[in-house]
């Protein structure tokens, strides 16, 4: 069993002791465990806090990201544990959109083109003859 658990944001950074005023918005985060292979507690030296397992620091965003997936510049921001849906959501949205402007644009583009090959055919017609 690793050395350290605890819910992210519950850790006093002092006394690596579980602190007493847990909020709610920590409350949704799993439980970790927060050691490295030899024991001793992730650190993260740029935000200066102690960090659970899976969590890395971006440089985009210059914070700790539980879970990051990656930095997305077309949300601005990092895909992690607490978006990840939302970004999903997001992609998910996207593609139906792209779909429905195909579909919906394929009969213009159909009688654009029907319109431009008859009048490539008239305009053959009209110089041979």
Known sequence: MP?????PGT????TLRPSVEATEATA??????????????????????????????CKECDTCILRMDHHCPWI???????????????????DVYAVWVFFSSTPQIVIVLNDE???????????VN
């Open 117 to 127: 090959n008859k009048a490539s055919r008239a305009f053959l017609t009209s110089t």
């Open 11 to 14: 850790l006093d950074s002092k």
């Open 28 to 57: 949704l985060l799993p439980a970790v465990s927060i050691s490295r292979m030899d024991g001793m507690p992730r650190y993260c030296e740029t935000c200066r806090c102690y960090k659970p397992d899976r969590t890395h620091h």
């Open 3 to 7: 050395r350290f658990w605890y819910v």
């Open 76 to 94: 601005s921001g990092c895909v992690g544990h607490l978006n990840y849906k939302f970004f999903f959501l997001f992609v998910l949205y996207a």
